[in-house]
């Protein structure tokens, strides 16, 4: 094998080593209420700050009971940029354990979903 093709193979092999990958996903970054968290007074907005802008046609959440039924929330808003959204909880939230499942597509077109919990005092 003649040297030039070896070099270009080793340089072929570390740059693939030193490469990062792309993550290209809108996962939770942050959340209000933050997760596992003990709550009081009761939130009155659900916040989740994704790590990338989505599109709001396509990302919301559900807000479910320790009874295990839905409460309200108003309709969802980006809000800072794209990549924070936003709920009103316009429900009563009585003491006990809720969560949060949520959903969003990335403005790239990547879709995620996930759930946390938080407790209302």
């Given at each position: 094998?003649?040297?030039n093709i070896r070099a270009?193979?080793?340089a072929a092999f570390a740059a693939s080593a030193l490469a990062t990958p792309a993550f290209a996903h809108a996962h939770l970054g942050t959340s209000y209420p933050v997760a596992d968290s003990v709550n009081s007074p009761a939130p009155t907005e659900i916040d989740i700050t994704f790590t990338e802008g989505v599109n709001l046609k396509f990302t919301g959440a559900t807000l479910t009971g320790p009874d295990g039924?839905?409460?309200a929330l108003g309709d969802g808003m980006l809000m800072g940029g794209d990549a924070m959204?936003?709920?009103p909880i316009t429900?009563?939230?009585a003491p006990?354990?809720?969560t949060v499942d949520w959903h969003a597509l990335a403005t790239d077109g990547h879709k995620t979903n996930g759930s946390f919990k938080f407790t209302v005092k």
């Open positions: 094998m003649s040297r270009a193979i080793l039924k839905p409460v959204w936003m709920a429900g009563t939230l006990g354990v809720y």
